[in-house]
């Protein structure tokens, strides 16, 4: 955004462990999504919003609505109290579609739902699948043990998945910034252009070029480890990342996107696929900027 020449204000909860990352160029504000009255103060000269604040971990529903859901209600709630509201771009995710999954999944559709209730806002939703890349937490600790020629398998043998690298992510924001008014109350799901996605043969094959065991995990074994974080978590008062729920959603049959709608009205398209993505978190070229694994809290 600050190469295409826009203005960037970064709104960031306060004691952020993360606010140090925040590029010097930008207008940095330290606030939280309660704080109705700042919120509207900060949006007031905004003409686009976009939203990427999310939970991703939780014991329980209310551990994902702050976030996920009243978050986004603060947000469209400041936006639209502005005389020329802002268009609003909602980063939601591919789990939105099945809420019925787990409290993440619901969080996520409840989110998406609020916007309905805002139609004077230019608002759009994007929904990617896995993202994965530099300052990626989540899906790194996997890439890495397969480059190390270790793949657990925990879904479905025949198991399909999109993927996307935050870059091309963020490339599609930018591309949703120059046509707010033609994505206007739609939802897309985008991902890497890869026909069908990716089955596990293909993402190993892409993360590394030496021989992989791979590693069957029974789906019981799985719920099983799931209940027992689940229960230590409300004992220890921690925010667990695999839940039961968490479980569902790595066992479904597919996750599966499709750029059509969303390259046609925009003229985006990812560049980067798994094995060049993987190329430059694991063997990064000499002053590659985007090739740092770093790790973040938020």
């Known amino acids: 955004m600050l190469a295409a020449?826009?203005?960037?204000?970064?709104?960031?909860r306060p004691g952020s462990a993360n606010a140090h990352r925040i590029d010097p160029r930008c207008d940095a504000v330290s606030i939280g999504l309660a704080d109705h009255g700042h919120l509207a103060q900060v949006c007031g000269d905004a003409t686009a919003i976009v939203y990427?604040?999310?939970s991703v971990?939780?014991?329980?529903?209310?551990?994902?609505?702050?976030?996920?859901?009243?978050?986004v209600e603060r947000m469209l709630q400041a936006a639209?109290?502005?005389?020329?509201?802002?268009?609003?771009?909602?980063?939601?995710?591919?789990?939105a579609s099945r809420p019925e999954l787990s409290w993440y999944a619901q969080s996520k559709h409840q989110g998406e739902r609020t916007l309905e209730r805002f139609p004077r806002l230019p608002w759009t939703i994007l929904r990617p699948p896995a993202i994965y890349g530099p300052g990626d937490r989540e899906l790194l600790p996997l890439l890495r043990a397969i480059r190390r020629g270790l793949a657990p398998l925990v879904g479905p043998v025949t198991q399909r998945l999109s993927l996307l690298h935050v870059?091309?992510?963020a490339d599609a924001v930018l591309a949703w910034l120059g046509h707010c008014d033609a994505c206007r109350s739609q939802t897309f799901a985008i991902d890497d252009g890869t026909p069908a996605g990716y089955d596990w043969p293909a993402i190993i094959g892409a993360v590394t070029s030496r021989a992989a065991t791979t590693i069957r995990v029974p789906p019981g074994l799985l719920h099983l480890a799931a209940a027992a974080n689940l229960a230590g978590a409300r004992i220890f008062r921690y925010r667990p990342m695999l839940t039961p729920g968490k479980v569902r959603e790595l066992c479904q049959p597919s996750w599966l996107c499709d750029n059509a709608s969303f390259s046609a009205i925009t003229g985006w398209s990812?560049?980067?696929?798994l094995r060049s993505g993987a190329?430059?978190?694991?063997?990064?070229?000499?002053?590659?900027?985007?090739?740092h694994v770093g790790t973040h809290s938020d």
């Open 5 to 12: 020449n826009f203005k960037v204000r970064v709104l960031v």
């Open 52 to 54: 990427c604040a999310g």
């Open 57 to 71: 971990r939780g014991a329980r529903l209310a551990d994902f609505l702050e976030a996920n859901v009243h978050g």
């Open 80 to 95: 639209s109290s502005q005389p020329q509201p802002p268009a609003f771009l909602l980063l939601s995710s591919l789990a």
């Open 167 to 169: 870059s091309d992510l």
């Open 270 to 273: 990812a560049t980067i696929d």
């Open 279 to 291: 190329r430059q978190l694991f063997e990064p070229g000499p002053g590659d900027h985007r090739t």
